[in-house]
């Protein structure tokens, strides 16, 4: 039997922001985990840093403007390690990868940077996964809550190393719990993935309508863009 998703390689991504404004607000930490761990870059978003986002991850002006690095080295770096990551086939696992996802491209872009080839990236994301597995479930479903459901050790809460390696462990623990997930393949994971998180946005904005509230989901998935 030919190597399931879940016991191979992964590249875990996460980010730390100004912000939820995917079109305006700036990566201020990014991590990437392998097999052999985490790496961390601190980036100086050349903005300042909302107190509210402040109080979430612990980061402030004062920090990234010491100890921060260049967003243009540093978010390029990173984009290749991605990029290399999608060339040879490794799924790329993020937590709400919508977010993280389209916030750095739209960095990229402004940075005049090159894309990773976006379309042929293998996305896992636990998120949309726990909702799909264990769709009624009743209380939160953050990375910690989701995390702690699924038994995941999640050190470091709001670091993006600490989110990202959480994220990988819940990425396996959840593909070995069901073979609904575990049995495909990542490239039809992506697939199944992107028409799941459609289907959920899509309940959920029936269910806002019902409620009288004019609210829209995305449903695009993993680039809302």
């Known amino acids: 039997m030919s190597e399931q998703w879940f016991t191979g390689p992964l590249l875990g991504f996460d980010t ?18 392998t097999s052999e761990g985490p790496t961390t870059w601190l980036i100086d978003p050349g903005v300042p840093i909302p107190p509210g986002a402040s109080r979430v991850h612990g980061i402030t002006d004062e920090q990234v403007r010491s100890e921060g690095g260049d967003p243009k080295e540093v978010l390029a770096g990173v984009a290749e390690q991605i990029a290399a990551a999608i060339a040879a086939e490794v799924p790329l696992v993020a937590f709400r990868a919508g977010f993280d ?16 080839e976006w379309h042929r990236a293998a996305v896992v994301d636990p998120s949309v996964l726990d909702k799909r597995v ?10 910690g809550a989701t995390a702690l459901h699924y038994g995941v050790a999640h050190a470091e ?11 990988v462990a819940l990425a396996r623990a959840i593909g ?8 495909l393949t990542a490239r039809d994971l992506h697939d199944s993935q992107v028409r799941w998180h459609a289907e959920d946005a899509a309940s959920l904005e029936a269910y806002f309508r019902r409620k009288g509230r004019e609210e829209t989901v995305e449903r695009r998935w993993p680039l809302c863009k």
């Open 134 to 143: 264990d769709r009624y479930r009743k209380g939160k479903r953050t990375l």
């Open 101 to 116: 996802c389209t916030l750095l491209s739209y960095e990229l872009e402004r940075h005049g940077l090159p894309q990773p």
């Open 16 to 33: 730390e922001t100004t912000g939820v404004d995917v079109a305006g607000d700036r990566i201020v930490q990014v991590a990437l985990v």
């Open 157 to 167: 809460a709001h670091s993006a190393g600490g989110d990202a390696e959480a994220t």
């Open 176 to 183: 070995a719990m069901y073979p609904e997930v575990g049995g």
